[in-house]
């Protein structure tokens, strides 16, 4: 009764959501659209919204123009994968401890950590660069997984330690009744418990990392065969011309396998997000 | 060997009477060190790093003290200062545009109507692809000759040819920012829609029933329920904001002729493609002050608002 909506109500709604919609998806229509169009017709003026000669052959063409467009895309996956691993490793325990135990210096360290998202990887740039060439990273995966790392270790943290915060405690305290160490409670207690939290947070973190790789590769990587999508992209901007069709193909097959992934996986984020929403 | 059993039973009750358990802070060590040692080699010595290298003439060659040097050309240039509050200019318009966008977003898709569940889906893609690769998307958009904007510009008679949108000084900026803000609203937007589905339902129908409208509803229940979060995303998006890259780098490297360089893209121009690294380390820390300072006078600010609404 409350939420119902008169006719017109419904109508304006839609209208609302459509642009808003178009707003968020007309790049990617337009990526497709320019996609299937051949080269040359591509750069027809004035613009035509329709032509007759659509076809995919971008789609098997690019993969001749940038031959190693394949290795990118894995590449990138693969980068975003290994950060969200390593950032776990260390976000988790350290939420823990943050969610639950007493320390001396613990609000200060908090905030240390927390501070850390004052700076983007742009800003420490030229000393990464100096720390990465010291550890003899530069032009490896490292160069672009470690910096990746550092600068989502702290949202983890404090994603995590908010989701953890809400787990009961009645829990783990029988289980240190009951004589467990600290460690095993917290892998067969804790960790069981917070498994959902976990994947929630994993999955921002993978976003994030997925999402910002760029600076790091064109800074700190050479090495071709081990650029990401975004970097990889730009070999479709040649010399002579500019074949638009293959990297709008490009870009839309390269981020397809993470789309399905996510497909899958949005419940959770949507699902978590929520529960973290909620006040107790 | 009774002797030995014997021993061994005493010592096993000493254990379990007095379970060694490993002291509270001590553990936290064990679980933060990892955490903190990564953090402070790649993240703080490099800071620290970069404050000495801002009193330095640094480049390819070597470095050579030269005190404040820096620092007294950045503050006497005036394309500098232009450059601070074109930053913040960028920082204020965009986010302002997120957080609107966001919380419009938000009631749409929180709205009791089918296929919001399709629609949630729907606006996640900006978010969730690399940046740089929609970024490839809106350089498409962008042209002048081929582009949609342009083309659509002109068929509906607002442009009378065609607009290379990257290629003016305004027009540039101002692409820029609707990009940012296309990347950054389905965040914003999933948050809020995420906190405003955690407002108890009781408060809603408690006021329905007292004949509470719709927007009446919006303005005294959900927005003061939402505020945490509000708050906080709109601190967050600021500083990420302040801070991005990719876009403006991939449209237009901050031009034409500066009319969309951020301090982060004065930055990387100035320590990355001319290898000027002293007078980069002094941009960086520059930038560090101003958005701590920055973030201060927003928790200041936000704590005396709050007080004086009485909410908590």
Redesign the interface.
């Known amino acids: 009764m409350?939420?119902r909506?008169t006719k017109l109500q419904?109508v304006g709604?839609?209208a609302?959501?459509a642009v808003?919609?178009l707003?968020?998806?007309?790049?990617?229509v337009?990526?497709f659209?320019?996609s299937l169009r051949p080269l040359e017709h591509?750069?027809?003026?004035?613009?035509?919204?329709w032509s007759e000669d659509f076809s995919f052959d971008a789609y098997s063409k690019m993969w001749e123009t940038v031959p190693l467009l394949g290795r990118y895309i894995f590449n990138?996956i693969f980068i975003a994968t290994s950060v969200t691993f390593f950032t776990m490793?260390?976000?988790v325990?350290?939420a823990?401890?943050?969610a639950r135990?007493?320390?001396?210096f613990?609000g200060p360290?908090l905030a240390?950590?927390l501070a850390?998202?004052?700076?983007?990887?742009?800003?420490?740039?030229?000393?990464?660069y100096?720390?990465l060439r010291a550890m003899g990273l530069l032009n490896t995966y490292w160069s672009m997984i470690?910096?990746g790392?550092?600068?989502l270790?702290?949202t983890g943290?404090w994603l995590l330690r908010s989701y953890l915060e809400k787990i009961p405690k009645e829990l783990e305290e029988a289980a240190f009744v009951d004589?467990a160490?600290?460690?095993y409670t917290l892998r067969r207690v804790v960790l069981p418990l917070a498994t959902p939290g976990m994947i929630v947070v994993g999955v921002t973190v993978f976003?994030s990392a997925?999402?910002?790789?760029?600076?790091f590769a064109i800074?700190f990587n050479q090495t071709r065969e081990l650029q990401?999508?975004?970097?990889g992209?730009y070999e479709f901007i040649g010399y002579q011309s500019v074949t638009?069709n293959e990297?709008?193909a490009a870009?839309l097959v390269?981020?397809l396998p993470?789309?399905v992934i996510?497909?899958f996986l949005?419940k959770y984020?949507?699902a978590g997000?929520?529960a973290?929403?909620?006040?107790e | 060997m009774s002797e030995l059993s014997e021993t061994q039973s005493v010592a096993t009750t000493i254990v379990r009477s007095k379970r060694t358990v490993l002291p509270e802070k001590w553990f936290a060590a064990v679980l933060i060190g990892p955490a903190l040692l990564f953090i402070l080699v790649i993240i703080a010595w490099p800071l620290v790093e970069t404050v000495r290298l801002s009193f330095m003439e640094a480049g390819l060659g070597g470095e050579k003290f030269v005190g404040f040097a820096n620092y007294e050309e950045l503050i006497e240039s005036k394309k500098f200062h232009k450059t601070i509050i074109r930053t913040f200019y960028w920082m204020f318009l965009s986010v302002g545009l997120k957080l609107i966008l966001g919380l419009i977003g938000a009631m749409l898709l929180n709205a009791a109507i089918p296929g919001r569940g399709l629609f949630r889906v729907l606006i996640m893609p900006p978010w969730v692809i690399p940046i740089a690769v929609g970024c490839v998307g809106w350089l498409w958009l962008y042209n002048g000759q081929f582009g949609v904007l342009s083309g659509a510009g002109q068929y509906l008679g607002v442009l009378d040819g065609p607009h290379e949108f990257l290629a003016y000084k305004k027009s540039a900026f101002y692409s820029a920012v609707v990009t940012d803000v296309w990347v950054g609203t389905p965040m914003v937007t999933l948050f809020l829609l995420a906190a405003m589905q955690g407002v108890s339902r009781d408060l809603y129908e408690a006021a329905w029933v007292d004949g509470a409208g719709r927007w009446y509803r919006f303005r005294r229940i959900t927005i003061p329920q939402i505020m945490p979060v509000l708050v906080t995303m709109a601190l967050y998006s600021a500083i990420f904001t302040f801070n991005s890259f990719d876009i403006i780098w991939i449209l237009t490297q901050g031009g034409p002729r500066g009319a969309s360089t951020t301090l982060i893209i004065d930055t990387y121009k100035v320590a990355i493609g001319n290898y000027k690294f002293g007078e980069g380390a002094a941009r960086v820390i520059v930038i560090v002050i101003l958005l701590g300072a920055f973030a201060a006078v927003y928790m200041v600010l936000l704590n005396k608002l709050l007080r004086r609404y009485g909410s908590k």
């Open positions: 409350m939420d909506y419904v709604l839609y609302a959501i808003f919609m707003f968020m998806l007309l790049p990617f337009e990526m659209m320019a591509l750069f027809r003026s004035p613009y035509q919204f990138s490793l260390f976000v325990p350290a823990y401890a943050y135990l007493e320390f001396p613990k360290s240390g950590f850390v998202n004052m700076f983007a990887g742009a800003v420490l740039l030229i000393p990464l100096r720390v470690v910096p790392v550092a600068f270790i702290p943290i004589g160490s600290r460690m976003i997925y999402s910002q790789q760029f600076i800074t990401p999508l975004p970097a992209l638009w990297m709008m870009a390269g981020v993470v789309m996510f497909l949005q984020l949507v997000l929520t973290g929403a909620v006040k």
